[in-house]
């Protein structure tokens, strides 16, 4: 909505006669709400602002993904998730995002090749890989993984170089898959796999979780098909606490391959990326569509601790248009492989449920995008377990558009948020005998 104010006026009061206002200029981007700029609140009033969880703070200028969360829309670089998700593939996205424009057929075929050309692990990856218990959580190896690979590039990249930052967004876009089936391989006890560079990008990383040696790998079309979809779909959504964790790390010049480890382990939580995973156990705790009801009476008793997990979002609050697409695409990939999966019938049940309940109808709590994307992985054969380093394959890409772009911001400054001190006023030490 077009915003007629530039200014906003604050009264601050001090003492009687003390009264003074400030005025504070309004920014606006091409889309969205109006932002009120307070950077020089804390030198002209002495005061900060408070803002738990960031709910009201743009930390940064961002011309990579639109989000409008009333009205469920998503856009990359201008594009609509719905056109993107029919038309595109994750490879031509993560272009896209990086480079902001589509690019044309020859552009597409050289990055394509780069991509492909890079997404080999270093050898001794295999050793680092093999130090981690049989059991180890996928996402705890990615996170060690990614942090280790700053170690194998860390000399040779000059942060000044845009060339070289490039580079960095390629590796990491390339080499991810490998690392996350390698994880995969390691903990079921299967040989690595190596990429095999005649496959597309979502195939290869296909066959290198899913081939054995002693047989090809037949998989339906609609399996790559599925992922490349789901890979589009989390391919990035702007501030999210993951892609701030990045910028956050990126804002100390930190390298490029540790920023990524720590959005990993930002994603992992199960308030973020680590939801898709906590769905399919809800679900299986379910168990059956008769069970559904009491679910939802524990996820609305603030006592249980208990959340729907794939309900809700911080931003999106009418639906969320990733979860529409899914929800299409679940059915016809449990179509097309031929899999009758009782906890698809659980979720719709779920769905229809919550959707008719007063409690999730005042709060806006609907369908997210990791309340069908794990069936839908259940379906190809993807552990749980490994259903959060899908996401962080998609999100890779976004992860490095937001590194890139806040490499070359003018306004970009370390982050640094302030607090509200609760704890003690200044005391004396007490030695250990007089306490
Ligand atoms: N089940 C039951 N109640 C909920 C849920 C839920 N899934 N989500 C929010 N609420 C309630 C919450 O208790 C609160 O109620 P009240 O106003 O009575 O105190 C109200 O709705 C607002 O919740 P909030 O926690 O203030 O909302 P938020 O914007 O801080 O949190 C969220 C957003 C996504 C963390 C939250 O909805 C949630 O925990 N959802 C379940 C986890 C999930 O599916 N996460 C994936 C998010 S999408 C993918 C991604 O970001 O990676």
Redesign the pocket.
Known sequence: MESPFDHVTLAVDGKPGDARSLSLPVERGTLGNPCIDIARLPKETGCFTYDP?FTATAACKSAITYIDGDAGVLLYRGYPIEQLAKQSSFLEVAYLLMHGELPSGDAFHAFENEVTHHTMMHEAFRTFLYGFRHDAHPMAMLVGMLGSMASFYHNTLDLEDPEQRRLAAVRLIAKVPTIAAGCYRYSIGWPLRYPKNNLEYVDRFLHMMFEVPSEPLAMKPVAARALDLLFILHAD?EQ?ASTSTVRLVGSTGSNPYACVAAGVAA?WG????G?NE??LKMLADIGKPGNVQSAIDR??D?ESGF????????VYKNFDPRAKIIREMTHQVLGELGVNDPLLEVALTLEEAALKDDYFIQ?K?YP???FYSGIIYKALGIPTEMFTVM?AIARTAGWMAHWLEQQMDPEARIGRPRQIYTGYGERGYVGIGDR
């Open positions: 969880g959504h999210n994603l199960p308030a973020h990326g939801a906590a769905v996820a609305k603030k959340r729907l997990m794939g309900f809700g979002h911080r709060r709590l997210n995008v990791d996401f």
